[in-house]
């Protein structure tokens, strides 16, 4: 039977290498993967690994993924193929929070987590991402408190439709005003909807950061979906429908 830590760490070390991260140097690109803080990875390293992948001294395994200037920027905790990934993730935070980092990546190589540590749970990813997507990522400052506080009335959507049509003459004729409503496919909220969105700004006041809208056919999901998306995009917040 094949060693399961050790085909995960190679599958992990595939996946590292093939989003740019670097266990050696290349070029003038210097390493950007480390066992510890201050420590390069030698050879002998990844070689020990592989024959006893979960059996360190620490009884884990953790990658420190670094920026381009050389600081922590993420942690990687390993697990071998037959663990869930997700009973290292105490481990992983701990460590995270020691060397400054924001990011957790949880792995055993089949399945990977993905974990901002100020946003909420890890959840699953495909792939590992690449250094500049985390330096990216890592700028995004989320404003909570703006995405609570922002304004959310009928005309929310029409807002980023015709940002100025209450100055519009077809608006402000009220004998012309369903005409240009039409013409300009402007699409308000309607009361349920409205409901629906301040339902969620108040949970987000209350610290959640999951939500669940139950909504029957033809009652326009997909114009409340725009206006949840708008309302955390105006936040700097990020947000996956499904």
Sequence with gaps: MPDREATARIRINQLLEATG??????GDAPANIRLEPSVTIQTTDLDRLGDNFEKTTKGFVDFL??????????????KAEYKDPLVGKEQARRYARSQNCRFVILSNGNLHYFWDLERGNPYLITSFPTPDSVTGY?????????LIEDP??????????????RSEAGWRSVAERAAYIQANKLRFLRPYQLKAVHSLQAAVGAGKDRFLFEMATGTGKTLTAAAVIKLFGSSGESVGIC
């Excluded at 959310?152 to 049509?165: K, L, M, S």
Aim: charged content about 25%.
């Design 152 to 165: 959310v009335g009928e005309d929310y959507i029409v807002r980023t439709q015709r940002p100025n049509y």
């Design 138 to 146: 890592q700028k995004v400052t989320p404003n909570p408190q703006r």
């Design 21 to 26: 991260w670097r266990f050696f140097q290349q």
């Design 65 to 78: 993924l670094l920026d381009a200037r050389g600081f922590p920027l993420l942690v990687l905790e390993a």
